[in-house]
C-alpha cells in the first residue's frame, strides 16, 4: 500500500503522492509531490518541477500538446522511470513545455499530476474526512470483498 | 533484485520519507512563511528554510550556489490568494 496525503491550502484540500522520477537521457533524479488526478490520462510534469530537477526542454522531442480546461499547451516527452513506494515505472514521461510568456505565468503554479496511466495499477481509497489517501495493490483490494 | 539495486532503493525511500516530513514542515509553517515570503517560492530541505524568491529559476540558481540539490528541495509557492484548481 502506498500512503499519500492531503495537503491543505487555504480552503482548499487536495491529495497528493509523493514519488521519485529518474530521467537517464538527461542524468536526472528529483522527487516530486504528484497531485493525484483521475482525470488525467496521463502522468504530467509540471514546468516548475521540470525547472527544479534541471530538466533541458530544449533537448526532448516534442510529445502531444494536452487539451485542458485552460486550453491547449505544447508537451515534450522523455523516457523515464518513477518510483513510487516500492514501485517502479518505466513510461514515457510527457512534460508541459509552455510556448509563450502568457502560458508560461498561467502554469507556473500548477502541480505535477499523477495521472490514469499509473493509478491504473492501484485502487484509490480516497477519504478526505479521515486525510486518508491511499493506492492499494490488486492483491490488497481482493482481501477487501468489495462488491464487482 | 541485486544488493546494489537494494541499496540504491533504500537510500530513494529515505529521500522520499524526507522528502515528506519536509513537506509536512512547509504546510506546519504556512501561515508563518505568508509572513516572510508572500508570494515567493519558498524551498525546505531537512526541515529548514534554505532559500526562497519570487522568481523560481532564481531559487533554482541560489540552492546550486549553496551546493543543495533542487531536485530534491520540497518547494513550494507562498500565498494567500485562493485558487480554484480544475485541470
Redesign the interface.
Known sequence: MIRG?I??????R?P?V???LTMPSQR????I?F?V?T??DAMLLAP?DA????VDLGQLPPGPPTT??GGMTPTVRADATL?V??HAFNLTLRILAPATTAQRTAL????S?LGRDILSEFALFFEERTDRVLLLTPEEVNLLHLPH | MGCGTLVQMQQIQDDLDRFGRDAEYFDQHRQEFLQRYPEQWVAVYHQQVVGADEDPKRLVEQLERKGIPPGLVFRDYVTDKEDLLIL
Open positions: 496525503y495537503r491543505a491550502d487555504g480552503t482548499r487536495r497528493f509523493k514519488a521519485r536526472i533524479a528529483g522527487d509531490h497531485l488526478d482525470g488525467a516548475t525547472l527544479f530537477l534541471r485542458g480546461v518510483i513506494g516500492p507556473a503554479r500548477i502541480p499530476l
